[in-house]
């Protein structure tokens, strides 16, 4: 057995142990539980001490991100080698957040000088829109843009405004990302083309959904400024011909680089919408609080390593306890896109059978990710999270003070958040509850039948996650965090994180049934056959 089997076996025997104790036993029993399992890292508070390992199964994790070689990958990818094996490129997002004369090279190609001269260009068109130098066509200035790209190039940006937006804002921002045209009908309804910038992002510009909906707004702006119109269009792509094949006017045109992959592109023009919307200064900020986050995971050691740790306590659930599902909980309104963006970053990065060499994987790799904005879902799902048969574990993430409103509704929130994460540890036993309902006088049949419903088996383990305000600081910091647990989790199963050949199939099968809903034949099985049938007849 290698070093690495070898480790793994001990890490997931120490898991499978786990079940025959109890989470909130281990405080008495650790003196130092929480201090060891509770760290501050760029701003952030994290608690891993309501997860179900000892401090003894820590350190077998951390043993086992030795063996799997997580520092030296965290270096090879901060020096910019091929982290991405099947498309030959580097994985260099941190290199858009750091701060100037960072001297980054991908692939031993200096990137740096690149990254701050697309930052440059961009604080600049920011200035010139928000100030009202640059004007329309017809000599108004733009008070709203529409941002129009998906996946990567859509669910940052996305989340970024809607965790930092004002609460009423001089250029409004909308977004649409669907090939459906009523998201786009939706984003353009009631905006006046005359003040309206159209960004279309996309890294490859060959998405389907992108470009169609880039060409609808072209049209919906050249039917009401004739060419003129396309003064308002903008591209952001690591593709510029493409870009200029599809008729973005040269000059409007902002560049980034095919070793940042989509889900880690937030950081990169990819923005420029928010950064029009929200100011530069914002977007600098965000970067700050990832460069924080990455400054933290380079030097930080393992043992109190945010990444490194929330990346541990997912993998001693997923593969230790086998457990499918983590669900992620962002008690702030502002942050209820958390977990759409979080879906992509984790299920497009490890949700692979296969490791970097082709070789079917040794272990069960990234979970089914869902979730959705605390307190609200309380009362939608949790009853399966208090009593449902698999155990789920949390991520909570909370917020210590609210930008707006009332802060005795924020203190309401941040009770729910916590009280959430002690009841789904801690639980309630039958006993408790069997005499409760003595004591309010019930038969004893009806106790019989009662107290077991009434129980909760706790044990239900969570991170939680405390930022103090939804700064773009704060928020820069807890993307990154994310970004490089999902780094760490993609090390230590083997797997490359940054390719994503499990979205082609569905593409290339789409484009040939565009065509088939169009009338051309094609061969299929009976059941995608009688759906064709149905679509065309209608
Ligand atoms: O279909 C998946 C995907 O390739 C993502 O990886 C990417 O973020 C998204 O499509 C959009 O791609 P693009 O930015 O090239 O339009």
Redesign the pocket.
Known sequence: MGASAEAWAAFEEAARTAQRRRIAGLFDAEPERLDRLSLEAAGLYLDFSKQPWTLADLELGLALARAAGVEAAREAQFAGETMNRSENRAALHAALRAPPGAGFAAQGRPVSPEVEATRDAMAAFVGKVRSGELKGATGRRFRAVVHI???????GPRLMWEALRPLSAPIELRFAANVDPAELAFALDGLDPAETLVVA???????Q??LSNAEAARVWLRTALGPAGDAHLIAV???PDKAAAFGAPAGQVFGFWDWV???Y?VWSA?SLACAVALGFEAFEELLAGGAAMDAHFREAPLAANAPVLLALAHVFNRNGLSRPVRAVIPYAHRLRLLPSWLQ?LEM?SNGKRVDARGRPVARATAATVFGEVGSTSQHAFFQLLHQGTEVIPLDIVAVRRAREGDPEAQRKLLANAIAQAEALMVGRPEAEVRAELEAAGLPPEQVDELAPQRTFPGDRPSTFILLDEVSPRALGALLALYEHKTFVEGVLWGINSFD?WG??L??TLAGRLLAELAGASGAHDPSTRALIDKVRSG
Do not use: C, M, N
Not at 201 to 207: H, I, M, P
């Open positions: 790209g998906i996946g990567g190039s859509d669910l992002v996309s890294k490859t510009f060959t998405t959904e992108t792509t690591a593709a992959g989509g889900r592109s990819v992509q497009e994503q979205v082609e569905g593409k």
